[in-house]
């Protein structure tokens, strides 16, 4: 997901044109950036120091430090400035906010300040903007010793953070001595006029709590885990490809050989498609236009560019339609599809650069702003995928491409300088994985992206890593970047790897993954464990997507763990088919009270806001993908696993080389009933384990009944059933998935003092009450709230339900609300 509010001020400061003299820094290298940049993205761990706000710059504002009796002299300052995210990285040269012009630093025995010696001044005259680099300043060591406190006043305050007054803002104050900062941990004090002492919240509106808090004693917090810079570079973490030891995958993702009937899946590909052609999104001139743009090739006029993400992101509305046409095409045929994903590559190609270069923007771009790392992941993906169609041509683009970027002299500034190391990790693990990968692409991400102490901490449990990640907004991305570890299990077998991966999926179930399945943590904001926010921000499409990646990799390693399909199965129904709005677009957050966000007004205020967002992109690549989780292939070629009802069919390879297929037919969510069909090239019966997932929202044990009730089996919720015997040609397996109506009690920030309030599923599928507010309060007529099962009557429609006395109210899947209001989780009061 994009930096909503960044595209305002996109390209405010373009960069100056590259001179051809040799390169020799990294000035020379991307103009506008520098060696010493702070590692500033916030996080809610580190939420810088702010002043009250004045209408005017001619005024004082101090924060002292207690470096406690007998400090040792101080021989450096070091001040931090606060750099606001939202403001970055679209601008650049960065610039730092509320940093004064004037200021100085003093030294007293007393915190009264009475005969305070001078350290640093700076009173004189307006200082330089610090932008984003630490202030390290020398000082006397004897004007220094035996003082107790440190004193920073500013004289003449900077801009702050809203642009219409002035302020104080630091991000963290050091003292060092002896190279130790001596001011960790100690005790800040600020004035009384215009500071602002201990934690003091700023303000609730969401789109802007990048910094809604100001924390004094964030001032003389330690250090993050991997330091305050922005350069990351540990040639100690690469693993010598000699010494890989990969892990074995027991199943894998079907690329072909599933075949779709009618169902809830094949409508929502098909809607998919029509999105995809939708010449809102774009004819091919539209698709192409940064690449010719970045080649200086002719483009088209009069193409009625819409603003924000489309614009701004270079490149990535082309790799949006790859994402999307890729995947379907490998499930769906389609001419123009297919033609116009030709035509895209085509004159990708013709854009490439004699070096490899084949990104929408030019190569001096990297830093402008996060979408260079965001539509490189998207072309990755697109590309790979469109290679997978048979287009070889993408693969050697990529090639290409990643052969440049494996040589990029500042990669060491590329994860903390251009959130390459969010979305942009995962491109290089996937192209690693891909069938033109290199190790060189792997130990790139080791080298420059890797990060030990998140990759333990997580291991660890502990919850901190999720919600107080500190070099980023710590949000749903994180996801994506756990797919990326994943790889590099896939790659390495390295176990540290594989217990990261463990450790965040289960933080994150147990504390961020809602009722029904969204991602209840996403981009803006503080999310607490169990914080479960209902409206608003929460359930990124995007944040979902990943997740269903992860899930799809533990799968691959666990296949028997139904645990894993049981997350994608309510991410498919309950975000992925929820934030489709037909073929007219994706939605960004899966809202589970109010009202959908069809068109969030705080994303369209800036025009065409949900065009082409992270959500969008995403969600086409996954509803373009859905055919893949139905049906897993055992890779020991025993068999398949089913994972996901639906009417499809899935053909694969016997070991001794027969043809198998296995047709399933059922209506599933919305009749229950399944039906297989057995079908081999064998005149004779063939050998078959086919292990079908009894899920674990089953009510009840599974009966299996195998040719016509001739044998019957039973299952058990959160298994696979394991039917692994001869099989021959018109052989039947049938069943009633036990799905039933069944209450999930809410907790989290919306609980209701005083009343419950509760979801209703039905199995995997969560249910909406539409035409209810989202505090609506119902009440049960029964023992027990689950006696609201008992009141609903269908309505002829399946899964459709009224409940009497509340004839405004439908009940019916969340996926299936349109423009009503509703809610997901209304109270439940018992009448008795
Ligand atoms: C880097 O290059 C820029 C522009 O050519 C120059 O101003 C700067 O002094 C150089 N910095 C270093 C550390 O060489
Ligand atoms: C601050 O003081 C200076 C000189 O005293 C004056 O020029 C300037 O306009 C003042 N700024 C504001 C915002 O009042
Ligand atoms: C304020 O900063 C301190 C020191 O880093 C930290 O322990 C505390 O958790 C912070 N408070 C909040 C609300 O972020
Ligand atoms: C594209 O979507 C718009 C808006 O939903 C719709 O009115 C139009 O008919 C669609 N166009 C095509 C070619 O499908
Ligand atoms: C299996 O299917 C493939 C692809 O359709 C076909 O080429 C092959 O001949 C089939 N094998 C047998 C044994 O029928
Ligand atoms: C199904 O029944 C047929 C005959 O009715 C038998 O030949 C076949 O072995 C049976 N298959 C299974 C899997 O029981
Ligand atoms: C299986 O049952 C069908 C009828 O339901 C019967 O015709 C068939 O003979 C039975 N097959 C076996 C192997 O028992
Ligand atoms: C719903 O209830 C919660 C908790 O009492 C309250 O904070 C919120 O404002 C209410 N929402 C609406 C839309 O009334
Ligand atoms: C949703 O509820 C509000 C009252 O909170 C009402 O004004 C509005 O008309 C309702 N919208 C729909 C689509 O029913």
Redesign the pocket.
Known sequence: MARLLCFALALALPLRVLAASPKKNVTDIVPGLYENQMAFTAASWYLPYQSKLTDTENATTWVQIDLGSNASPVEQVQIYPLVQPHYWPETMPYVSFAFPSRWKVEADDTDSFNNPTMLIDRTGEDQPNPRDTIQTIPVDRKQSAGRRYLRFTATKLGISIDGQHYQLGLSKLSALSDGTDIAEGKEVAVDSALGNSGVVNLGSDPYNADLPISNSSALTRPPRAMGEGVITDNPENVIDPKDWNPPQLLASTPLSGVKLGDGVIKTAMVDNIGYLLNDSMGSVDKLVHDFLARAGKPTPSNLNYPVGYWAQYQGSNAARFLMGASNTLRWIDNDELRSRMEAVVATIAECAEPDGFIMGYPQDQMFLGEHAAYTRAWLTHGLIDTGLTGIKKAFTLLRGYYDWYNKYPLLKHLMRGSVQGAQGMVANTLMALSPVGTPRDANVVQQYFQMNFWRDGLAARDPSMIWQYPYDHPHTYLSTNMEAYADLYLLTGDQRYHDMLLGYWELFYKHWIHIGGSTAIVEFGQYPPDSYRLDGLTGELCGNSFWIRLNQRLHWLDPDNEAYTNQIEQSVYNVVLANQNGDKGIIYHAHLVGQKDFEDPAVSAYGNGMINTCCEGQGTRTLGSLAEFIFSRANDRSGIYVNLFDTAAI?W?TPD???ATLSMKTQFPFHNDVHMTFAS??ESPVRANIRIRVPSWAARPMQLSINHSNTTITGYPGSYLSVDRKWSSGDTVSFILPAEYHLEKYTGEYEIPGHSRYALEYGPVLMGFAGALSNASISVSGSKPSSLIDMLQGSGQPLHSSIPGYDSYEVMPYWQIGHQNFTCFPVLDVAS
Request: charged content about 0%; cysteine-free.
């Open positions: 053909t390879s080389n027969h043809n090239s064998s």
